[in-house]
């Protein structure tokens, strides 16, 4: 994938802290920040694993998310 395809991936609203502010960003030449820029719910991983990271973090949030909205 691309880059611009890795920043395309949508994440579900923050489970931690409802914001809809969540993304996978590059964060430096090797890593990349997958979660919430709102708070401390995200992961920092290196490109091979963002896909599983996004995955996990989308699962992780239907699961335990806000329900206020809907």
């Known amino acids: ?6 920043e395309a991936i949508k994440l579900e609203r923050c ?3 409802g914001s809809k502010m969540t993304s996978v960003r590059r964060g430096s ?3 990349w920040y997958v979660g919430c820029v709102d708070c401390w719910n995200k992961k920092q991983c290196q490109r091979e694993y ?3 990271a996004a995955l996990q973090f989308n699962y992780y949030a239907r699961r335990c ?3 206020n909205d809907k």
């Open 1 to 6: 994938m691309t880059d611009e395809e890795l």
């Open 15 to 17: 489970p931690s802290c």
């Open 29 to 31: 030449n090797e890593w």
């Open 50 to 52: 963002i896909e599983e």
């Open 65 to 67: 998310g806000h329900d």
